[in-house]
């Protein structure tokens, strides 16, 4: 039984404090792999103001649990932590972090790269940029695509 | 004020089903005048219903990479549509 925590919020998270909750999740833990998206300064050819993050409540957590749990069936994983920001945010803001508490590093690794790569083409997020006092819908990106469909070639 | 008999007669004559809409992302930009509710049996059907009047909304709608949910599964357009049941177009994701 895995300890999986998901959540989406306005505020701010503390990486360290999300780290240590990892930590001490058991005494078998033996690798935490943590990773946190910073909201970039630039999109396309110019600096952005802001960045607004909108999504679809109730739809993206359980799109996010559906992912944790295909990570707990393909690693094994003691636990893990997703969490994504939405709303207002500035330049270098923190966005979203996964964390992933496993007996071994390998684990601990690809569970949270796979996390992310899923989270970034099935859940339910939308970007909004403000440059120069217009906003614009962030594209998707065909390489995040690509990110994800080297996960599913490799699914025995 | 409408009597109980009419209110049943609408309930037994009606063969679509009241639905709810949301639009996310840029799909948002284009169906600000879009009522919140719309009788249809289909997802394509609300998309067939929506085009008289809001062209640049359906073009949207069309893309290929447009998904839609019922009730906040994604589902295939021709999936069909219950009473109160929340229809939402999904364009590309972009968090993380």
Do not use: C
Not at chain 2, 29 to 42: G, R, W
Not at chain 2, 55 to 75: F, W
């Amino acid at each position: 039984m895995s300890l999986n925590s998901i959540r989406i919020q306005t505020h701010d998270f503390d990486l360290a404090g999300e780290y240590q909750q990892l930590r001490e999740l058991s005494s078998t833990v033996g690798a935490v792999v943590t990773f946190t998206g910073l909201v970039r300064d630039f999109e396309l050819d110019g600096s952005i103001d802001s960045l607004s993050l909108q999504h679809y409540p109730g739809m993206t957590e359980t799109l996010l649990q559906e992912i944790v749990d295909q990570a707990n069936k393909r690693w094994n994983l003691i636990g893990s932590t997703v969490i994504h920001r939405v709303g207002e945010l500035l330049p270098r803001d923190q966005i979203v972090f996964v964390g992933v508490a496993s007996q071994h590093r390998a684990d601990a690794f690809e569970a949270a790269q796979f996390v992310m790569d899923y989270l970034k083409t099935k859940a339910t997020f939308w970007k909004q940029v403000s440059q120069d006092g217009k906003q614009h819908w962030v594209a998707s990106k065909d390489s995040d695509i690509d990110a994800v469909a080297r996960w599913d070639a490799n699914n025995d | 004020m409408e009597s109980q008999e009419t209110g049943v007669q609408k309930l037994v004559t009606r063969t679509t089903a009241l639905i709810n809409l949301l639009f996310f992302g840029r799909l948002g930009d284009f169906s600000k005048d879009v009522p919140a509710t719309i009788e249809a049996s289909t997802p394509a059907e609300i998309r067939q219903r929506l085009s008289a009047d809001y062209p640049a909304l359906v073009k949207e709608l069309s893309e290929p990479q447009v998904l839609v949910s019922v009730n906040q599964m994604i589902v295939g357009w021709d999936q069909p549509l219950a009473d109160g049941s929340e229809v939402a177009f999904l364009p590309p994701v972009t968090g993380g």
